[in-house]
């Protein structure tokens, strides 16, 4: 299921973010323009998707294997296999999963990969993040906001600099989501890999995409007033629960999930 009216066609003139993380991820849904971003990036910022990715993974488990059966997605990106929806179909079928993205590119693979066990359901939702209650609204027609929700911001608040109201617009998604619902959240650190970091911004600033990569601090504002589940805002591969650690490897990225109380 589709909701959202199409903002526009995709437009291969200007890079989007969805489609330069399919790049480093190592995908084929990209463009000219998109590659031409993601090969002046750092050579880590390939390890910071896979980690996301890998992040993600491992979050979505534990949650399903813990019981909650719904999930938001927002910033989904182009699919690449497995989705979050087979992660959580595995432990329960019934489990509903919305995504939601702002390229018109994502809709088109959405409707044919984001395909439900017969016992639960996906739908798509092409819309922004900048506008969060276009996003709830069309939400609630496959989502059940009197049980918990677990809402996923990977590697996507970056892209709302300070100007754009980032925390009011996370605030706003996770202050409707009723007790023991999950944010479950990946960001790009400022204080890590400083000089790393600061490549970064300036590589995406030359296609015209701004960041707002942000400290441990930072990030963790947007968690005010939840309980993190351990271990806490950490590097992302240093997160995993009930199950073996990953590697330990350099990241920048922060990773973190937490419990609305």
Do not use: C
């Not at 993600?56 to 534990?62: C, F, L, N």
């Not at 702002?102 to 409707?111: G, K, Q, Y």
């Not at 996923?152 to 989501?177: C, K, N, T």
């Not at 351990?230 to 629960?241: D, M």
């Amino acid at each position: 299921m589709t909701a959202g009216t199409p903002k526009a066609q995709v437009d291969t003139s200007k890079p989007h973010p969805a489609r330069v993380y399919d790049w480093l991820l190592g995908g084929k849904d990209n463009y000219e323009v998109d590659r031409q971003v993601g090969e002046r990036l750092p050579a880590e910022s390939r390890d910071g998707a896979r980690q996301n990715r890998a992040f993600m993974h491992r979050a979505a488990a534990w949650l399903a294997g813990n019981g909650v059966h719904q999930f938001l997605d927002i910033g989904t990106g182009i699919p690449t296999e497995p989705n979050l929806h087979q992660i959580v179909q595995r432990s329960l079928p019934t489990a509903r999963v919305v995504y939601a993205d702002n390229d018109p590119i994502v809709l088109r693979h959405a409707e044919a990969l984001l395909v439900s066990t017969p016992e639960g359901s996906t739908a798509y939702i092409e819309a922004d993040v900048r506008k969060p209650q276009d996003i709830l609204r069309y939400a609630r027609a496959t989502l059940d906001f009197d049980r918990p929700i677990a809402l996923s911001l990977i590697a996507l608040m970056h892209f709302v600099p300070d100007d754009q109201g980032p925390y009011d617009i996370v605030s706003s998604l996770v202050d409707v989501l009723p007790s023991g619902s999950y944010l479950v959240l990946s960001h790009a650190a400022s204080d890590l890999v400083p000089e790393l970091s600061d490549k970064v911004v300036a590589e995406y600033a030359k296609g015209g995409i701004r960041l707002g990569f942000r400290t441990h601090s930072g990030v963790g504002r947007f968690f005010h007033g939840l309980d993190m589940v351990e271990p806490g805002l950490v590097t992302a591969p240093a997160w995993f629960k009930d199950t073996d650690a990953p590697t330990d490897e350099m990241s920048g990225i922060y990773a973190g999930v937490a419990r609305i109380p």
